[in-house]
């Protein structure tokens, strides 16, 4: 089935708000298997359980809502890995003189070639932007920290977009050069290391206190030894006032304008994509589908996170007049009509309408986690 196309025309139909501000989140989630034939199947490391496991593992585009702040699956992809071949022996190379050949040039880092996972991922990103065309303006695309590095910001770039992330907490990080010129040789462009610590006052942005953990944010102008251009990094600095411990955490986007408030925002809307997830295996049956073969498996992971959007749309037209609603209590009002028209076929002559009114209201509660407003009782 065409699920990419599916999941678009769902979400462009039913949940998205024109106007509104929205981020294309990416990132990937394990479904673990104890079997050895599902399709795809190999370990994979899953961070709940902070190992490789068993399993198979999917890769996942989603619509974030700014303002709803919630997450939309419109694509989904399987990861499979290739076997590697085994090497072929090879002659070694005859030794040369040090240093570079003659004729040979240094390729440009804002040309160099996608490794394997940024190129699939970007096969991705360019066929769901065609299918979104001019109905809906996308600018950042928020990843997680396994996607700090210069090639995933070259991916974003090459499409048009503005890449979101996280750096590693030991990424070396330089202060722009602001000295003179040496007179000889290029230009540096890279001044003194940063250490979080001890980053001057001029680039704090805010300080807060909390249960004596002063948190202190910073935004900097960066530069990475394999960044082709600038970062703009928001760092911040957790320090406990009795120990003086500290800890430090980089944020950065490609896009050196974006404020710090707005980049450490959408960082964290990048999470709304795990409540997806998890709502796909608590609810959908990710975690539990039976199937082997490719397109089975296909089947099952796009028909979860359908139903995830689904299940979203439905709860909020029931939240007009039942506003605690949850997925479970969408479930259970939908499995009771199911019963109740079983049982209203049973029946020699169909009750009058205010009797059959209470008597779905009755049906369809039971068995709720949050229950019915007395209106929707008594109405």
């Avoid at 230009?187 to 249960?211: C, H, K, N, W």
């Avoid at 490719?294 to 979860?304: F, P, Q, R």
Wanted: hydrophobic fraction near 40%; charged fraction near 20%; charge should be positive.
């Amino acid at each position: 089935m065409p699920w990419a196309a599916l999941l678009w025309i769902f979400v462009r139909t039913h949940l998205l708000t024109p106007g509104e501000r929205y981020l294309l989140v990416g990132d990937a989630c394990v479904v673990t298997k104890a079997g050895t034939e599902t399709y795809g199947v190999d370990r994979f490391f899953a961070s709940i359980f902070g190992k490789p496991v068993p399993g198979v593992s999917l890769f996942a585009l989603a619509l974030v809502s700014c303002r709803e702040r919630q997450a939309f699956p419109v694509q989904i992809a399987q990861i499979v890995r290739e076997r590697a071949a085994v090497p072929t022996p090879q002659v070694p190379p005859a030794t040369r003189k040090p240093g570079r050949p003659k004729a040979s040039s240094t390729q440009a880092k804002a040309d160099a070639p996608l490794n394997a996972e940024h190129t699939r991922i970007r096969l991705m990103l360019q066929g769901f932007l065609a299918r979104v065309g001019q109905h809906l303006q996308l600018t950042y695309l928020v990843l997680d920290g396994h996607f700090g590095n210069q090639h995933a910001v070259l991916m974003a770039r090459r499409l048009g977009l503005q890449l979101i992330a996280k750096l590693r907490s030991d990424s070396a990080l330089y202060y722009p050069y602001t000295g003179p010129y040496a007179g000889r040789g290029p230009r540096r462009i890279s001044g003194a290391r940063i250490d979080p610590p001890a980053i001057p006052e001029r680039f704090l942005m805010q300080t807060t206190v909390a249960e004596q953990v002063e948190t202190r944010i910073y935004q900097i102008e960066a530069r990475h030894e394999t960044c082709d251009q600038p970062l703009h990094v928001v760092v911040r600095v957790k320090r406990q006032q009795t120990t003086s411990k500290h800890a430090h955490v980089y944020l950065f986007s490609s896009d050196r304008t974006l404020a710090w408030e707005e980049l450490r925002d959408d960082y964290q809307l990048r999470f709304q994509i795990a409540f997806t997830f998890r709502d796909a295996k608590q609810y959908w049956g990710l975690e539990d589908f039976m199937v082997i073969k490719e397109a089975a498996v296909t089947n099952a992971m796009n028909l979860a996170c359908f139903m995830v959007n689904l299940s979203r749309r439905l709860a909020r037209d029931r939240r007009g007049s039942d506003p605690n609603a949850s997925v479970l209590d969408l479930k259970t009002h939908y499995r009771g009509l199911s019963y109740a028209e079983e049982v209203m076929k049973l029946l020699p002559k169909k009750p009058e309408p205010g009797l059959l009114r209470r008597l779905l209201a009755q049906v369809t509660g039971l068995g709720r986690i949050h229950p019915l407003p007395a209106d929707v009782l008594t109405g």
